[in-house]
C-alpha cells in the first residue's frame, strides 16, 4: 500500500516537512487549525496602523545554513537583505552608546583595533571562553553572571537568542550559537532580515511551492483527538473529517510541546512558556530618518531592540511574561518615552499595535530541555517536528527549518 504522509500544523516546521517531502517525490497533507499559515512566524495586514507587520522581528544569523538552504529551495533568497553584524547599544541608566562591531571577526577586538563596550578591558571578555566547555546542566548566569559584560552583553544576547531569562537559559544551548557564529568569524554572525516581511520571505513562497507540485493544505482544521492501535495512530479526528491511518502512513506532529500534550495526553513535556512582545509604532517617514541604526539594543529599559522599518518601528521585549497584565496604555507611554529620549527628541507616533505572544517559546533551562530529550514514548508512525525537537538548539527558525527536513529523512 502507498505511503501517505500527514502533517499536523503549518508553522515553519510543517511548511519544511512537506517541501522535504516533495523533494523525495512524496506528496504530503497538511491541516492547520488557524486559518491561515506561517504559526509564530506570520505576517498580517494590520486595520489599525493600516500596514502589514509581522507577528515579531525575527533575525535570522548568516550561520543558519538550513534557513538559507531552504530559502533557495523555495525560491525566496532574494528577498532577503543582508545587515553586517554591527551591534547598536544604548545604555539609559549610565547615558551611554557603543557599537559591537562583529563585522571584521572577533580577532580584532582581541587585538584591540575595534572598540569596546565603554568602561571594560580586553580581559573582560574572555568571559567568552567560559561558554566554550559547559555542562548541559549549567544555566548561563551560573557560568558567566558575575562577568562584567554580563549586564551588556550576556544578558541581551541570551534574552534574544533564548528568550529565556539567564538564570535560567540552559549554557550549552547558548554554547552551541556561540560555536556556529561568534566564535567561528564575521561570516557566520550577518543578520538576515525580510526586504519586505516575513511571510513573503518564507511563508508564501513555501506555501506557493507545496501547492504547485500537488501539496494540499487544509485551514481552520484543529486535530482534535488522535486513536492509537497497537502503539500505531489508526485514526484522526479534526474538526472538519476524520481520516483512517495505516501503519505504513506516516504522521509528522510539528506542533508546540503543549499542543502535542493534549493530544496524547499525560506526557511529560514542558508547559512554561515565555512571552514577546512586539509594539508596532508606525512614524512619519521624515520622523523615521532620524533613526540612523537598523537595530539598536537598549540597556536598562524596558525596551529591548528597536527595529527600525521603513515605515514603522517596531520595539521587541523578549521574556516580556511580567509585562502580560500591565496596564497597556502605560505601556505604550513608558516606551515611547524611552524612544524619544534615545534620539534626544520628543516626536509623535501616528498609530501603534501591540502583539503579544504569549507562548513565543518554551523556558529553554536544562530541566526543560531533560524533558525534550527524554521524551520518545510516541507511536511507531508518529513524527515529531517542530522547533522545540532541535534541543540543541534555541527555538528558532533555523530548528524548524531543520526539524522538517529531519522528520522526512526518517521517511
Ligand atoms: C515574537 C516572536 C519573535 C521571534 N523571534 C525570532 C527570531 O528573531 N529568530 C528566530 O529564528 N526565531 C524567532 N522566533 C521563533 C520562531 O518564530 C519559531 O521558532 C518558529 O516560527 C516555530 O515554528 P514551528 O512550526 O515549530 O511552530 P509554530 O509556528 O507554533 O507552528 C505550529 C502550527 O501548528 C498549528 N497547530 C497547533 N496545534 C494544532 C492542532 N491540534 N491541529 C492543527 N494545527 C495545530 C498552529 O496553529 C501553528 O500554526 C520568534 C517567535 C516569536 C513568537
Excluded at 85 to 108: A, I, K, Q, V
Excluded at 199 to 228: D, M, W
Aim: aromatic letters at 12%.
Amino acid at each position: 500500500m502507498k505511503k501517505r504522509v500527514y502533517i499536523i500544523g503549518a508553522g515553519l516546521s510543517g511548511l519544511s516537512a512537506a517541501i522535504h517531502c516533495q523533494k523525495k517525490k512524496i506528496s504530503a497533507k497538511i491541516f492547520e487549525a488557524a486559518k491561515y499559515p506561517g504559526g509564530r512566524c506570520r505576517s498580517f495586514y494590520d486595520k489599525k496602523i493600516n500596514m502589514e507587520i509581522d507577528n515579531g522581528n525575527h533575525l535570522v544569523f548568516s550561520a543558519n545554513k538550513n534557513f538559507t538552504n531552504f530559502c533557495e529551495l523555495i525560491g525566496s533568497s532574494k528577498t532577503l537583505k543582508e545587515i553586517s553584524p554591527n551591534f547598536f547599544f544604548f545604555d539609559f541608566e549610565h547615558n551611554l552608546e557603543w557599537n559591537l562591531d562583529l563585522s571584521s571577526g572577533y580577532t580584532n577586538f582581541l587585538l584591540g583595533k575595534k572598540k569596546l563596550i565603554p568602561n571594560t578591558k580586553l580581559f573582560d571578555y574572555f568571559s567568552l571562553l567560559k561558554l566554550f566547555f559547559v555542562s548541559k546542566n549549567s544555566s548561563v548566569f551560573e557560568i558567566v553572571g558575575n562577568s562584567k559584560i554580563f549586564k551588556t552583553f550576556w544578558e541581551p544576547l541570551t534574552l534574544g537568542v533564548m528568550n529565556t531569562a539567564p538564570n535560567l537559559a540552559s549554557a550549552k544551548v547558548l554554547s552551541n550559537v556561540l560555536k556556529e557564529t561568534i566564535y567561528k568569524g564575521e561570516e557566520f554572525c550577518k543578520i538576515f532580515q525580510p526586504k519586505t516581511n516575513w511571510n513573503e520571505t518564507l511563508i508564501k513562497p513555501a506555501v506557493t511551492k507545496i501547492k504547485k507540485n500537488g501539496g494540499q493544505i487544509s485551514y481552520g482544521n484543529l486535530l482534535k483527538r488522535i486513536n492509537i492501535t497497537d502503539n500505531y495512530v489508526s485514526e484522526l479526528s479534526f474538526i472538519k473529517n476524520k481520516i483512517k491511518v495505516n501503519k505504513n502512513d506516516r504522521v509528522i506532529f510539528s506542533i508546540p510541546p503543549t499542543n502535542l500534550s493534549k493530544l496524547l495526553g499525560n506526557c511529560s513535556l514542558p508547559n512554561q512558556y515565555n512571552t514577546i512582545l512586539n509594539l508596532h509604532f508606525k512614524v512619519k517617514p521624515k520622523d523615521i530618518k532620524l533613526f540612523k541604526k537598523p537595530i539598536v539594543g537598549f540597556i536598562n529599559s524596558i525596551t529591548q531592540w528597536v527595529f527600525v522599518k521603513s515605515n514603522h518601528l517596531s520595539i521587541t521585549v523578549s521574556n516580556a511574561n511580567n509585562l502580560n497584565s500591565h496596564n497597556t496604555e502605560e505601556l505604550i507611554i513608558n516606551i515611547w518615552d524611552e524612544i524619544c529620549k534615545y534620539i534626544k527628541k520628543n516626536i509623535i507616533y501616528e498609530n501603534v499595535q501591540i502583539v503579544r505572544e504569549k507562548k513565543a517559546t518554551y523556558v529553554q533551562s536544562p530541566s526543560n530541555i531533560n524533558l525534550v530529550k527524554k521524551f520518545n514514548n510516541i507511536p511507531k508512525n508518529m513524527i515529531l517536528a517542530g522547533d522545540w525537537t532541535q534541543y540543541n538548539l534555541p527555538c528558532t527558525i533555523e530548528a524548524s527549518i531543520l526539524s522538517g527536513k529531519k522528520a522526512i529523512e526518517t521517511i
